[in-house]
């Protein structure tokens, strides 16, 4: 059973679309990270979330940490082919823990 | 700066062999990582490192062991791989933990 489950575990859109992809967890973290995996390569910080209901945004990406800092979310407006990869989201415990990601495909 | 390298990219072992993978960051960075990143599992610790000559293990440290002699260095070895340990490996580091981490491109290891 992994620490932090993410859903969709795949999602294929076309561009334009708006999507949001969950990380959820049933233990408190003191810090949520979400990384971006193109393949071929390792992963990329995006975002750090510490405070709970922290809203973070990134562009056309926005990040939510929960209330009760168990949970995350990734929201991505009018998605772009160039946001195609794998999102990984990582709890920090007592060490780093990462969920399997969310394969993202964004259709041109 | 490089960053965070690995060697070797891709790599074929037969079961019983050994071999040792070499992670190297020029960032200064204290703390080091080894994950292997299997499909539908995500990034698992191996082993990890808080500082030169220390390590810890992780989640999945069974069949693995490292060492971290120098601070910018931290291998991974594999004393008789197993067919379980195909995978692909990253190697990471942060200035402390918890804090964000650099991957490097992954070794591709397939063991027959």
């Known amino acids: 059973t992994q620490l932090l489950e993410q859903s969709p575990q795949f999602l294929s859109i076309q561009e334009g679309e708006n999507l949001t992809v969950y990380c959820n967890s049933s233990?408190?973290?003191?810090?949520l990270q979400w990384y971006r995996q193109e393949p071929g390569e390792g992963p990329v910080l995006l975002v750090t979330v510490v405070t709970g209901g922290e809203v973070k945004k990134l562009k056309r990406l926005t990040f939510q940490f929960g209330d009760a800092r168990k949970d995350s979310s990734l929201h991505i407006t009018a998605a772009q082919p160039g946001d195609t990869g794998l999102y990984l989201c990582a709890g920090a415990i007592n060490d780093m823990r990462f969920g399997a990601g969310t394969r993202l495909t964004v259709k041109p | 700066n490089a960053g965070v390298t690995q060697t070797p990219k891709f790599r074929v072992l037969k079961t019983g062999q050994s071999m040792t993978l070499l992670c190297a960051q020029d960032m200064n960075h204290e703390y080091m990582y080894w994950y292997r990143q299997d499909p539908g599992m995500g990034l698992r610790l191996i082993h990890y490192?808080?500082?030169?000559?220390?390590?810890a293990k992780g989640e999945v440290p069974d069949g693995y062991n490292v060492s971290r002699l120098k601070k910018q260095n931290f291998l991974l070895g594999l004393e008789s791989a197993a067919p379980s340990q195909t995978s692909v490996y990253f190697c990471?580091?942060?200035?402390?933990?918890?804090?964000?981490?650099?991957f490097g491109p992954g070794t591709r290891l397939l063991v027959l």
């Open positions: 490192s808080v500082g030169e000559g220390t390590t």
């Open positions: 233990s408190v973290f003191s810090s």
């Open positions: 990471a580091s942060s200035w402390v933990g918890q804090e964000t981490q650099y």
